[in-house]
Each structure stands twice: as C-alpha cells, then as structure tokens.
Nanobody
Framework: QVQLVESGGGLVQTGGSLRLSCVAS????????MGWFRQAPGKEREFVAA????????DYADSVKGRFTISRDNAKNTVYLQMNSLKPEDTAVYYC????????????????????WGQGTQVTVSS
C-alpha cells in the first residue's frame, strides 16, 4: 500500500520560510516523478512544483518561481518543498503526490496525472 505523509506546515509571517517534507512508502520511490499541489479554501487544487525521478528536472507554477524549490532524497524516500518569501496568497493545504506511471521523461502538472496523494499539511501566511 502506497502512503505519502507530509509534514512541516505551520503559521508564518509574510516574508518567512517553511520547508515541507513528504515521506513515501509502499512503492519504488525513485522510479516515479513527484509533485506538490495546494488547495486554498473555495478554490480548486493547483499545481505548485514537480520533480523528475532523479531530481535532475523540475518545474514550477509561475506564482512560486524564484521563491519555492522542490528537491528529493531517494535514499530517504523523501521529497521536499522549500518555501521562501512567503505571501498571504500562499496560504493553503499543501499536498504531495506520486505520478501515476513510472517516469517517462515528462514532468506532470495536472492532478489526474498523479494517483497517490498525502493527507495534506496546512500552511498559513499572516500579513
């Protein structure tokens, strides 16, 4: 059974930083691309960042480029999201997800392209 467990969320002031972690189990972690998504109240879940199986390729939503960094440690079955210069509009529940097929060379940005999801971790940025 595949499990993804996020941690690291919390309350931070505008301009602050947080690092989210997601530990995966039940699947050969290093064979799959991973992604981070977020969902604010009353809004649809949206793409934040994606990373290839090796960590050599990444992609970001325009709204977080230059502020967020996705990375992974395959030895620890963990993917990270370093979030700097946080803004109130970054407030949301953040989810990590595992792609729905073994890495095929293309970073995925759509929710339907991921088949396993964590339970989410709340990030709140105060103004």
């Amino acid at each position: 059974q595949v499990q993804l467990v996020e941690s690291g969320g919390g309350l931070v002031q505008t301009g602050g930083s947080l690092r989210l972690s997601c530990v995966a189990s039940g699947r050969t972690f290093s064979r799959y691309g991973m992604g981070w998504f977020r969902q604010a109240p009353g809004k649809e879940r949206e793409f934040v960042a994606a990373i290839s199986w090796s960590g050599g390729s990444t992609d970001y939503a325009d709204s977080v480029k230059g502020r967020f960094t996705i990375s992974r440690d395959n030895a620890k079955n963990t993917v990270y999201l370093q979030m700097n210069s946080l803004k109130p509009e970054d407030t949301a529940v953040y989810y990590c997800a595992s792609e729905n097929e073994i890495w095929g060379g293309r970073l995925k940005t759509r929710t339907y392209e991921y088949d396993y999801w964590g339970q989410g971790t709340q990030v709140t940025v105060s103004s």
